[in-house]
């Protein structure tokens, strides 16, 4: 499950927007290991934005999910990676309590591989990039 580093919690001040780091693979191939986001704290969930929240039994643990659907207990988030696990399948809805801001931007850093003229254009076109609503994500709760 991807959580966020330990500076998101301390960073995430009075300042309406603030940094996170990913680790893990359950947004994937929305959100990898070692993307950086741009946190929206505080902002208005709808069904389908990406969200940081609090872990439900662990609530040191900052992580960041699909909002998917608002049920009568809270959120119901899903991670992109069908097969990471640690979402509502696992735990049940979120408390609106615990969704703490939206994520509106990622950057994805460079990889030292990546020296190429080539590479780097293509590193440089998709390293800064909106994180959008997905629409189709209660269908893919109805999948599941």
């Known amino acids: 499950m991807p959580e966020l580093s330990q500076e998101t919690e301390r960073a995430r001040g009075a300042l309406p927007f603030g940094p996170a780091e990913v680790t893990g693979p359950s947004m994937v191939p929305t959100l990898y290991h070692g993307d950086q986001l741009l946190v929206h704290w505080g902002a ?16 040191d643990l900052l992580v960041v999910k699909r909002a998917v659907e608002r049920r009568e ?9 069908a097969y ?3 979402d509502s ?3 049940g809805a979120v408390p609106e309590e615990f ?6 931007a990622r950057y994805r850093p460079r990889k030292p591989a990546q020296r190429s003229p080539l590479a780097l254009a293509g590193w440089a076109l998709s390293a800064l990039r909106p994180v959008l609503t997905e629409r189709s994500a209660s269908r893919r709760l109805r999948a599941r």
């Open 99 to 104: 969704v703490l801001g939206r994520v509106r």
């Open 89 to 91: 399948t696992d735990y």
């Open 44 to 59: 208005r969930i709808r069904p389908g934005d990406v969200v940081v929240l609090r872990h439900p039994f662990q609530q």
């Open 73 to 81: 207990a809270g959120w119901w988030v899903l991670g992109d990676n």
């Open 84 to 86: 990471a696990g640690g």
